[in-house]
């Protein structure tokens, strides 16, 4: 969800003339404008950006092709290295010839991801100033505290203590994602135990996991007890469990799940699963729900009446595509993924699959048997599902879906599918299993802030002894101390708590490449090269993807190598004062359709007695 920069109110309208920026209304772009204005219109390297209409841009910004001409002028006698980027605007014209917009945006997509290689200059030269779109880009803000902190003598693995800390919930429960945006932990359920979820978004963290029996298990079914800030999560996270425990196709739960556009054959079970949710009973308003009954929020209630209510008069598949379109902030990142994989086959479908965000393909289908996406396209309260680039790809594991596949047989999207289908089949026997077993597994998912100001909450969820807590990337959005507090407020007495960050590398100074003098970046870059084109032969085997010089921004390969050389000063800050036992912090594998190549994945608990990491991880 874009969010304004001033009152972090969801937000559509950018700054018009940096187009970096956003802002909720004219008010409070002005009461910025006195920082903004420093960095306003002073792009890095501009990137074609989707405009406000339905279509595709139909011409390609000259600067693009400026800088692509460029590449091959900087120094004659030390050219850029060819990168070798696949042509697959032409590939894709194999399959949709008559898609002349849709071929030319490809082709810019292209244009940009040659122009980046520009970018890889910077490694050998040293600037005079530092763009302060940059360190937008960079540090997530532009403040005094952060021109204060880079002013001062510092070292590598300081930490700006001053950073800005928005709210992980600041719009009232209108943002909303389609699904999650990065891939979880595989974690082990023991048997009887309970897990809560904090900022679940979608069910993704049960794809992986397993339930498992050892000395602490108990003879009854694992309780799954998710809160969430956002209003559009709990209504359609409650619908996939129902479509699952209804044993609904495992297509139509897939289409539900991920898919811009849905077969008729979805809306049918979509609206069987609706109507059951409304069913449930009514949560209080303004206290926490029964953690273990199945209960609406009144805003949650009023979201998925509106669904019902929808479903006699959704949208075309057409009316899909388009506005799907209009999402798109930018089309330089996503595209890598195309440009990576090493199937002419798979950089079509994938390019088809991003243009369009259906999953799976559907081209196999009769034109009146495909409807736009009642969830994503039909909200009401000012609720926007996919208001940003986000794709399916971006939560999928790909250390669990490639090294089970052979890319020569089994296509990129085909191999997600399967992970999917498995995953959710597991699921659906967990929630409704044969007759002579017992129930696996109980859901219940609530829409409720989790906080250190929500004390009420706080202690509904410690009583319920939790065996282990995922918490997303939430860990973010809290200055350390006041996290630790948060966890311990609802901790059980064998509590572990699992998350991820994004945005670690964002609060330690020597984490970007670009911090280091020019001499020592070079080895840097090449070092963390080596790492990934070594990491990607294990988890990708089959070679769906090429790890030798990886098309994408140098800066994202130069960072895997520089925020490895910082992250224990990180984790100590931290951690730093907290008697606790620290499971693991560590790294995930460099991977092409990751958003952030920088996650850390992170376990601890309060109790002292644990071995943390083989309680939890499969």
Not at 156 to 170: E, H, L, M
Not at 351 to 357: K, V, Y
Not at 358 to 369: A, R, Y
Request: contains cysteine; aromatic residues 10%.
């Amino acid at each position: 969800m874009n969010i304004c920069n001033v009152c972090q109110n969801p937000s559509t309208t950018r700054c018009s003339k940096c187009r970096q920026i956003y802002y909720c209304s004219r008010e409070c772009q002005k009461k910025d404008w006195k920082v903004h204005k420093k960095l306003c219109g002073k792009n890095e390297v501009p990137m074609p950006s989707f405009p406000s209409g339905s279509s595709l841009p139909s011409s390609l910004p000259q600067m693009t092709e400026f800088l692509t001409d460029m590449m091959f002028k900087i120094d004659k006698n030390n050219p850029l290295e060819n990168w070798n980027v696949p042509d697959f605007g032409k590939e894709y014209a194999t399959k949709y010839p008559h898609e002349n917009v849709q071929i030319e945006f490809l082709n810019s997509a292209k244009s940009s991801l040659k122009s980046l290689q520009i970018v890889e200059r910077f490694l050998d030269s040293d600037l005079d100033e530092p763009d302060p779109n940059h360190l937008m880009k960079r540090w997530n803000e532009f403040s005094k505290e952060l021109i204060n902190f880079l002013s001062a003598p510092r070292k590598f693995g300081d930490i700006f203590t001053g950073k800005t800390k928005n709210p992980y919930v600041g719009d009232k429960g209108r943002g909303a994602l389609s699904f999650s945006n990065t891939p979880k932990q595989s974690l082990l359920l023991d048997q009887g135990k309970t897990h809560v979820a904090i900022g679940f978004v979608d069910l993704d963290l049960l794809l992986r996991a397993r339930i498992v029996q050892n000395k602490n298990s108990v003879e009854q079914p694992n309780k799954f007890i998710g809160y969430e800030g956002s209003v559009y999560a709990v209504a359609k996270s409650n619908v996939i469990k129902e479509m699952m425990t209804k044993k609904a196709p495992i297509q139509s739960i897939i289409e539900f799940w991920t898919s811009s556009v849905w077969t008729r054959e979805t809306l049918k079970h979509f609206e069987n699963a609706v109507k059951i949710v409304l069913q449930y009973g009514n949560a209080p308003n303004n206290k926490p729900p029964n953690p273990t009954k199945k209960e609406l929020h009144p805003k949650v209630r009023s979201l998925i009446s509106h669904w019902n209510e929808s479903v006699r008069n959704p949208k075309s598949r057409q009316e899909a595509h388009e506005l799907w379109v209009k999402t798109f902030n930018s089309e330089s990142g996503i595209f890598s993924v195309v440009a990576n994989l090493i199937e002419s086959r798979d950089r079509v479908q994938v390019a088809r699959h991003i243009l369009t965000g259906e999953f799976p393909l559907m081209d196999d289908q009769q034109k009146n048997n495909l409807i736009a996406s009642i969830t994503m396209f039909n909200c009401n309260d000012g609720i926007s599902p996919h208001s940003t680039s986000e794709f399916m790809s971006q939560m999928m594991p790909m250390d669990a879906i490639l090294l089970k596949n052979k890319r020569k047989e089994t296509s990129f999207l085909n191999a997600i599918y399967d992970f999917f289908e498995n995953s959710i089949t597991k699921i659906c026997t967990w929630l409704s299993p044969p007759a002579e077993n017992s129930v696996s597994i109980e859901i219940y998912l609530h829409y409720q802030t989790v906080t250190n100001d929500n004390a009420e909450l706080l202690a509904s969820i410690r009583q319920l002894d939790p065996w282990t807590m995922s918490w997303s990337n939430i860990c973010d959005y809290f200055y350390a101390h006041d996290f630790h507090k948060l966890l311990r407020a609802c901790s059980g007495n064998d509590t572990v708590h699992v998350m991820t960050s994004m945005n670690w590398i964002t609060e330690v100074f020597g984490a970007h490449i670009m911090e280091y003098e020019s001499k020592y970046r070079r080895e840097i870059y090449e070092s963390a090269q080596k790492t990934i084109s070594m990491t990607g032969k294990f988890i990708d085997p089959s070679g769906y993807f090429r790890y030798d010089k990886v098309i994408t921004n140098p800066y994202n390969i130069g960072d895997v190598g520089a925020a490895s050389m910082v992250k224990e000063s990180w984790k100590n800050y931290f951690f730093e004062g907290q008697d606790l036992n620290v499971g693991e912090v560590s790294s995930l594998a460099y991977t092409q359709t990751h958003k952030t190549h920088t996650l850390l994945n992170i376990c601890y608990t309060f109790n002292k007695d644990i071995n943390v990491y083989t309680e939890i991880t499969c």
